[in-house]
């Protein structure tokens, strides 16, 4: 006895089979569904259908959409595998419709269909007239109408055709067996690999009706791909058309990729695989139809819908405007996660096998991206060389040559899924200049579309039309693309435009930047203010440089001279001319002089400035900030911000935004321009100046590394001027931060003090070094351990301003540090050597100096032209060291008890014409404490030397 499984599959397998199953691969309500979601060979392969085609290819009319993917087609011809020629299939239905025509000729054969006692026979074939024209159709359903017994309509399907229709049952007739058994004509089919947008489980009404615009009753020519009964699943599915006088056919509709470009349907990879698991021991699949299908499985690319209005995108690639590669952001998430994967995958394969000979140009692998990030990434081969392949990265739209140990064969089973992201683009309404701009309006639009850092930027893209692709897939977007700024929208098209790169195509809506300049030499002003618009403009249009360039000093002029309060109330109309140069100009002293005379007058009032800010002057500084391509408008940007933010506080607060700042040192850190960088640290020192809020921002960002790093890298004394300026400017906030106090900075500064003349350079660095001497006793020792004090006296033999000097002189006093010791006697001479000309009073104790490292000590004694031999001047014992020289009849003399033993036979004397230096090998290595062996606090000419004498003294006497 069967239990109630056993039962309820039995009464399952009666069931229709499940249309989404059929249709996607995977029916999305299995646990709900009341269809059959399995193949079963006694109901499904019906012997009548022997005669449709298992593979090959079929040439079909459509005769009924049931929805985007679901049809009904009729078989014109088929091209069987190993063919050449169509078998020619349409005869069939053709003779079919000529005996329904003949039979019914004869009115006996007119029998109308009456039901026997049981009702109508769902299922019986019948005729039906529609037309005049007689139809084969089988009754599906029997409506009753409750308002009317006696009239009985039937839903009725057209067995030859596909369509459903309900008619009067009374119009049915009765078909001879031999009509009525024939073969059906209407062949269910599916296009593969396609689903509803969303992964939703039915196709919207307008993909439908989209498909039906367009195709029914139209001619296509698919590829068998399965066959199961009377349903054939089918792709590629097209609508070709034959070209006579080049004797050639062309695509014209691709069912699969319309639907995806369209924005009706996604990519649905696993269909075909889903449907031949579940055809595995129960429908036979030609063998060569398995193979080809894994051998020759494609990457789809992904595409911009025309049916969405705009799209969210990031520009992975720019050649120029009329070659770049967008992504859509929505994939960014599933892109990374195969980026991932892909990384695994040839970590744990990583067998390396000259792939290269399977290889052909057009197919794909995997690439490692040796002159980047070493990613590996999905890749299209473009040209086979002896040691390398040069390919196209297929999901960013880069092009590059890579060693052929670098390249991967791409498993038929993995990786596919995602379309290749990379979607080949062009701008609207623009045409190229010459090559010369477009080379360089493709670095300009690669800085539009990216931040200063290269992140990639939000863009939204609006698909204008298509053409065919060079490289990605098989249509090229046409598209208008826009960035959003800071604190409006772009149009990178209208930019470049502006900036003379590209000519804007007739009839587009891109407006000019200016109207064509006016004959300014002849026309009367009411100021010399308003004629500035007309000078902005003869400088946009100018071709000479020269010419240009007096015109812009023209407009210096006036904005310095002419500039009065009366003036400045008769109206700001030259303003916005002004900003609208900012960036957009070829000769970088022309913009150099358009910016200064927009300083003159934001210093003008504060009215006039926020005339300016209303203008957009700040997104057009920001702009310039933003062209890594350009480094000298970078510089001026910066220089712009230092030079206007130290005379209007009112145009400061524009700039001291947090997303400002982050900008500036974006840049910072980016460029390798040492220039650039020194003007990113003077406009940050203008901003930084009495604004604690900045202060905390750049600290917080670590600063002081960057700065450092500037310093070390920078041979120009204005760069190195830039950067001191910022560090004198946080240092004033001193706040205890640690960062202003970190060795490493100082030791650049120390280094950079040695290789420069600069007097703000100096002035600087002494002030920093002044100031970091000041915070630790141990500082003062980095100070002198790094050559400071010889650092600081070549640098007052230098012509410097004299509080410079001063500065240095003020810094090495503080330095040179004395130290205690115990008190010293004099010796009174001898009168008994009457002829020496000796002062008989008591001995001076000379000034002396000393200096250690871990072995030595050295005293370098004050004593001009010393009489005498070294041994007399000098004797050591094992703890003290005596000296006793005569100079100018004076008695020099000390006895120093030693802070600890020497080595006496190592110790040595050098008497030289102004120094006496004194050489003593310690008995124990390492550090002194101090000279002397108790401490004494008494005054005495005894005082550390400063590090830079060390090596001179010990070169001279060892």
Same mark, same amino acid.
């Given at each position: ?57 079929? *040439? ?61 026979? $769902? ?7 529609? +037309? ?61 690999? /396609? ?34 009964? !009377? ?13 006579? $006088?080049? +004797? ?36 036979? =699949?030609?063998?060569?139809?398995? /193979? ?114 670098? =390249? !991967?064969?791409?498993? =038929? ?27 360089? @309006?493709?670095?300009?639009?690669? &800085? ?159 009215? $006039? ?35 206007? @933010? ?9 700039? $001291? ?83 202003? *106090? ?12 040695? !290789? ?32 400071? =004090? ?19 002189? &003020? ?67 094992? +703890? ?19 802070? &600890? ?38 005054? /005495? ?15 001279? /006497?060892?």
């Amino acid at each position: 006895m069967k239990d109630r499984r056993s039962e309820q599959r039995d009464e399952n397998d009666n069931l229709e089979m499940c249309t989404q199953m059929m249709a996607f691969g995977i029916c999305r309500d299995n646990m709900r569904c009341k269809y059959r979601h399995k193949i079963i060979p006694e109901i499904d392969c019906i012997e009548d259908a022997d005669w449709l085609p298992r593979e090959g290819e079929i *040439k079909v009319k459509l005769s009924c959409v049931l929805d985007a993917s679901h049809y009904y087609v009729r078989i014109l011809g088929v091209k069987r595998p190993g063919c050449k020629q169509y078998e020619d299939l349409s005869t069939r239905y053709t003779d079919i419709m000529m005996k329904l025509s003949m039979w019914f000729a004869n009115m006996k054969n007119k029998k109308r269909y009456v039901p026997d006692v049981h009702g109508y026979d $769902l299922g019986k074939v019948c005729a039906y007239e529609e +037309n005049d024209v007689f139809h084969r159709v089988q009754i599906f359903n029997v409506v009753v109408n409750p308002e009317d017994a006696d009239s009985i309509k039937v839903q009725v399907w057209f067995v030859d055709c596909g369509r459903m229709k309900t008619v009067s049952a009374v119009k049915l007739y009765e078909l001879p067996e031999n009509l009525a058994s024939h073969p059906f004509q209407a062949i269910e089919v599916f296009v593969c690999k /396609i689903r509803p947008v969303d992964k939703d489980t039915e196709w919207t009404k307008l993909a439908s009706t989209f498909i039906h615009d367009k195709l029914h009753d139209k001619e296509l020519v698919g590829n068998v791909l399965l066959r199961v009964g !009377r349903i054939m699943w089918l792709d590629p599915l097209l609508l070709r058309k034959y070209l006579p $006088l080049s +004797n050639t056919v062309s695509q014209q509709f691709y069912i699969h990729e319309e639907l995806v470009r369209q924005g009706y349907a996604d990519k649905n990879p696993d269909h075909l695989k889903r449907l031949y698991k579940l055809c595995q021991g129960k429908v036979e =699949v030609p063998t060569s139809l398995l /193979i080809k299908t894994k051998e020759s499985r494609q990457f789809d690319t992904d595409v911009l819908p025309v049916i969405r209005q705009i799209h969210k995108v990031h520009v992975s690639s720019v050649s120029t405007p009329d070659l770049f590669f967008v992504q859509r952001i929505e994939k960014n998430d599933e892109l990374e996660m195969l980026m991932k994967e892909i990384g695994l995958f040839v970590e744990q394969n990583d067998v390396y096998e000259d792939v290269s000979v399977e290889l052909k140009v057009g197919s794909y692998c995997l690439a490692q991206y040796t002159n980047f990030d070493q990613r590996w990434y999905r890749a299209q081969v473009l040209k086979i060389e002896a040691d390398e392949l040069e390919v196209f990265f297929a999901d960013y739209g880069d092009s590059d040559k890579v060693p052929k140990d670098k =390249v !991967r064969e791409i498993p =038929v089973d993995r990786f596919y899924e995602l379309p290749l992201q990379a979607i080949e683009c062009k701008l609207a309404d623009i045409v190229p200049i010459d090559d010369e701009r477009e080379e360089k @309006c493709g670095d300009v639009m690669w &800085d539009l579309t990216h931040y200063v850092n290269s992140d990639l930027r939000d863009l939204t893209a609006i698909v204008k039309e298509t053409e065919p692709a060079k490289f990605a897939g098989r249509q090229k977007m046409v598209v208008e693309l826009c960035t959003s700024s800071r604190s409006n929208v772009v149009n990178v098209a209208e930019e470049l435009s502006w900036q003379q790169l590209v000519y804007p195509v007739q009839g587009s809506d891109i407006k000019p930047l200016f109207s064509a300049p006016a004959r300014f030499k002849m026309k009367p002003y009411p100021t010399l203010l308003h004629k500035i618009p007309d000078l902005c403009a003869a400088i946009y249009f100018g071709t000479d440089e020269t010419k240009v360039l007096k015109i812009a000093e023209e407009i210096s002029y006036c904005c310095a001279i002419y500039l009065t309060e009366a003036m400045m109330k008769s109206g700001e109309s030259y303003v916005p001319s002004l900003v609208k140069l900012i960036g957009r100009l070829q000769y970088t002293d022309v913009h150099e002089v358009i910016l200064n005379s927009c300083v003159c007058l934001i210093q003008a009032s504060d009215r $006039l400035c926020d005339v300016f800010v209303d203008e957009n002057i700040i997104d057009s500084i920001v702009r310039c900030l933003e062209m890594n391509c350009n480094g000298i408008l970078q510089q001026q940007a910066a220089m712009f911000i230092a030079e206007s @933010c130290k005379k209007s506080m009112r145009l400061k607060s524009h700039f $001291l935004k947090t997303d400002k700042l982050q900008l500036l040192l974006e840049v910072l850190g980016s460029t390798d321009n040492d220039q650039v960088q020194g003007s990113i640290c003077r406009a940050l020192s203008s901003l930084c100046t009495g604004c604690e809020s900045v202060f905390d921002y750049l600290m917080s960002k670590c600063i002081c590394i960057k700065l450092v790093k500037c310093l070390s890298q920078t041979a120009e004394h204005l760069v190195a001027e830039g950067v001191l300026m910022l560090i004198a400017a946080l240092t004033e906030h001193d706040s205890g931060c640690e960062d202003l *106090k970190k060795e490493s900075l100082i030791e650049a500064i120390v280094n950079n003090l040695n !290789r420069t003349d600069c007097d703000m350079c100096i002035q600087y660095s002494i002030q920093q070094c002044d100031y970091f001497a000041s915070t630790r006793r141990k500082h003062k020792t980095f100070l002198l351990e790094h050559n400071m =004090v010889p650092v600081l006296s070549r640098l007052i033999e230098l012509d410097l301003q004299p509080t410079t000097k001063q500065l240095c002189k &003020d810094l090495r006093t503080s330095l040179v540090v004395k130290v205690p010791s115990e008190p010293l006697a004099g010796t009174t001479l001898r009168n008994e050597n009457q002829n020496m000309n000796i002062s008989t009073r008591s001995g001076v104790p000379p000034e002396v100096k000393w200096v250690q490292n871990t072995f030595r000590v050295v005293l370098k004694v004050s004593v001009n032209d010393a009489i005498g031999q070294s041994n007399d001047i000098v004797k050591f014992t094992e +703890n003290s060291v005596n000296f006793r020289a005569t100079s100018d009849g004076i008695l020099y003399t000390f006895n120093y008890r030693l802070f &600890d033993s020497i080595i006496v036979d190592k110790c040595t004397v050098e008497v030289g014409s102004h120094i006496v230096a004194i050489s003593m090998k310690k008995q124990k290595e390492g550090k002194w404490s101090r000279l002397l062996h108790e401490k004494v606090k008494v005054k /005495i000419n005894l005082y550390i030397l400063y590090p830079g004498l060390t090596f001179f003294v010990i070169k001279c /006497i060892f």
